[in-house]
Every structure is written in structure tokens, then in C-alpha cells.
């Protein structure tokens, strides 16, 4: 029988899924690591299944233990909602974990997370930024509540919706010959060279859907996992670059790099993402909404 299962093992249970390593584990819960190991033995011994397969001293989830997954943390999700029935209802409580892409973490979500502060309060959230394939991986592992990416996913197991845009441009060298071109047209990329952000980052996927089958040849130069780094590429003439207008802003103006002025659209919207089975505590239900009605001013 399964009717002893404690709110205790649930936590045990999901701190293992969160961290690599049964030390890391149990000092995220301030436990000792024989108490961990006796709390998720007496969980598997309830349930009737292994929810882990240990492999090499690592503990790997495994099918039973991903059927309990999304359950363990709606259930503590909901306790923590219980603990806070009764406090100020205007108070929002509990820890928000929130995924960025690279262009929305650095330019966009420190202004949004701002703002959400100002107007209700709650100061706890955490903000992790990479490329947008890491973060979807992360959402779909229960590691964060919810994400905002730049290029749509299609990924089975998460919701998106659009909640901002913003505009795409291709940046060069001030001493690119392209730069001071008056009649520039797509025809001059022809032979060109790029420098690309890394696979899976939403500005590789944009030059690669909307820009990339528009010439005929080209050639990958550098792949950069920043933006910084890709934006000085560009300005000591390693090649083009493609990026968020927002993220190249401070560059054009100081004149590090000049804009190609493209006959394409290059509008791009930005998605927050949910895990189609997490529970919406009301402290995620009033983050999505107020993303949603959000626009940086």
C-alpha cells in the first residue's frame, strides 16, 4: 500500500531528479545522505516500483520514476499553496524558476523581472539563461516552472504562447565593404561570411530559417556561444552576424557595427513555454499573466 507516502520522500524524490549527485541532493534538503537514502528506499518499498536505475553510483530516473514525476511536484506545489492559504492573499509565495534565452535573459527579463517585483512584491525568483534547447530541456525535467524562448517549439510535452517580439538585423564591420554599399541588396551576401551563435539558440535557427536559403553561398566562419563575443566578431571583420536588434543596439549606436538593411521580414516573437502537466501554483498563474500583459516600455 502506498497510503504512507510523506510529503518528506516527495521532496527527497525530487531533489534527487534535481541534482547530479546524492551529496548535492541531500544538502539542498539539509539532509544527511544515509537520512536521503533511507527516505527514497522507504518510498520505492511503498510504491512497489524502483523509481531510479543506479547506474555507475549514479541515480538515472526511469520510466516509474517519470510517471511519478509530474505528480510528486504538483503535490508540493499544492502543500506549499496550503501553508500560504491563510496568510495575505495579495502575498504571493514560493520560488519562481525561470529559463532564458540567451537575447530575452540578458536584454528583456531583467526589465520584466523588475517590474513583476515593483508591482507585487515577491522578490524570490532565480533566472538561468542559455540557448533555447537547453532551457526546453529543463522545463520538460521539472529543473524550472516555465521559460521564455525566441524561436517556437514544438516539443509534445510543452504549451507555448507568444507574449512579446521583437526584430532581428544583420550586423558587419564598419570597414566591411558591404557597409557604406548605397544600393545594398540580398544578391551582395553572395560568398558571404557569418558567425553564428551555437545549435539551438534561437538567433542560429532564425539566420537559418529566414536568411541562410535566401543565398547561395555561404560559410559558417566562427560559432560563438555569446553574444558579446559574436557582436566583437563581427566588428573586427571575422564576418556577418545576425542577432536581436535589442542585443545589437548598444554596438550600433557606439558605432561598433553597421546594420544591412534587408528587404525581409525580420520580426521574431518571443514564447513563454509550460509544462503541459505542471500544477500553475498562483504564484506561476500571476508570473504567465503578467507576461502576457507586460511590454517593455
Not at 59 to 83: C, F, H, V
Not at 161 to 170: G, K
Not at 255 to 268: A, C, F, P, T, Y
Not at 270 to 290: A, G, N
Request: charge should be negative; include cysteine; charged fraction near 20%.
Amino acid at each position: 500500500m502506498a497510503s504512507n507516502i510523506s510529503l518528506k520522500q516527495l521532496r527527497v524524490f525530487i531533489a534527487i531528479t534535481q541534482h547530479t549527485t546524492l551529496t548535492a541532493a541531500s544538502q539542498s534538503l539539509f539532509l544527511s545522505k544515509a537520512a536521503l537514502s533511507m527516505a527514497l528506499s522507504e518510498l520505492e518499498k511503498q510504491i512497489g516500483h524502483s523509481l531510479f536505475d543506479r547506474v555507475n553510483n549514479r541515480l538515472i530516473l526511469n520510466q516509474e520514476g517519470q510517471k511519478l514525476l509530474p505528480l510528486a511536484d504538483e503535490l508540493i506545489e499544492r502543500a506549499q499553496d496550503i501553508e500560504q492559504l491563510f496568510a495575505d492573499e495579495h502575498n504571493l509565495s514560493g520560488k519562481l524558476r525561470i529559463g532564458a534565452s540567451d537575447t530575452i535573459g540578458n536584454q528583456v527579463a531583467p526589465y520584466l523581472l523588475s517590474d513583476f517585483r515593483h508591482q507585487t512584491s515577491h522578490k524570490s525568483q532565480s533566472l538561468f539563461i542559455s540557448n533555447s534547447a537547453l532551457i526546453c530541456q529543463k522545463l520538460v525535467d521539472y529543473e524550472l516552472d516555465l521559460a521564455l524562448i525566441e524561436g517556437k517549439t514544438l516539443h509534445p510535452q510543452l504549451i507555448s504562447t507568444q507574449f512579446s517580439e521583437d526584430e532581428m538585423c544583420v550586423i558587419c564591420s564598419p570597414n566591411s565593404p558591404l557597409a557604406h554599399k548605397t544600393d545594398f541588396r540580398l544578391g551582395d551576401l553572395e560568398a558571404s561570411e557569418w558567425i553564428l551563435r551555437e545549435p539551438g539558440s534561437g538567433s542560429r535557427e532564425f539566420f537559418l530559417r529566414a536568411i541562410a536559403p535566401r543565398i547561395e553561398q555561404w560559410h559558417e566562419a566562427f560559432q560563438l556561444n555569446t553574444t558579446e563575443a559574436l557582436i566583437n566578431s563581427v566588428s573586427a571583420g571575422l564576418g556577418l552576424g545576425c542577432l536581436s536588434r535589442l542585443a545589437a543596439q548598444q554596438a550600433l549606436t557606439d558605432g561598433r557595427v553597421i546594420e544591412l538593411k534587408l528587404s525581409l521580414d525580420m520580426k521574431r516573437r518571443y514564447w513563454l513555454l509550460v509544462h503541459k502537466e505542471k500544477y500553475q501554483s498562483p504564484l506561476l498563474r500571476s508570473f504567465i499573466d503578467y507576461c502576457h500583459q507586460w511590454n517593455k516600455g
